[in-house]
């Protein structure tokens, strides 16, 4: 049934794209000066991926500070780079890191998700303080040190 839980796959998709488990990727080092996008490095420099960069760059997302779950489903008008017809790049979305670093349990946390979601909100009620809705500094990555209060009762 999870398979088939569309709409729930891209609500956990937009919460990774706001808040990924980790803001950057682990660190890359330089064996030999390279040069990116006519930008000249050193070798020898550490380097890491900005992930919320990747996140939030508006040539990839329509409105890319709100949340739009729908930037997710292809029949979608947010599915699309803002103005044009041509699909985001593989890059523009990577909470899990890609290429031969990426975490190779990003299947497994995406259904573990599903399945600890589909039972924490059959089972429970939840509240939070309206004032935290509207501050922009909230944020749950890794490391983050904030804390939230939470209101969480069984139901009946």
């Known amino acids: 049934m999870l398979s088939e839980c ?3 796959t891209y609500v956990i998709k937009e919460v990774l794209r706001m808040d990924p488990p980790s803001v950057y990727s682990s660190p ?15 070798s020898k420099t550490k380097m890491a991926i900005n992930f919320a960069g990747c996140h939030y760059n508006s040539d ?3 409105e890319p500070t709100k949340f739009i779950p729908e930037r997710f489903d292809p029949t979608s008008e947010y ?7 041509d699909v985001r790049d593989p890059l523009a979305f ?7 670093r990426s975490c190779p349990g ?3 946390a995406l259904t573990e998700i599903k399945v600890y979601l589909s039972f924490l909100i059959s089972k429970f009620d939840y509240s939070i303080e309206p004032e935290m809705f509207s501050n922009p500094n909230v944020r749950f990555e890794q490391d983050s040190g904030f804390e939230l209060d939470i209101k969480i009762t069984k139901k009946h």
């Open 79 to 85: 599915f699309l780079k803002p103005g044009t017809d």
């Open 6 to 8: 569309d709409y729930l």
């Open 106 to 108: 990003m299947p497994f």
């Open 60 to 62: 990839q997302w329509h």
């Open 28 to 42: 890359y080092m330089t064996y030999e000066e390279v040069e990116i996008c006519g930008i000249k490095i050193p």
């Open 94 to 100: 990577i909470p899990f890191s890609t290429g031969k």
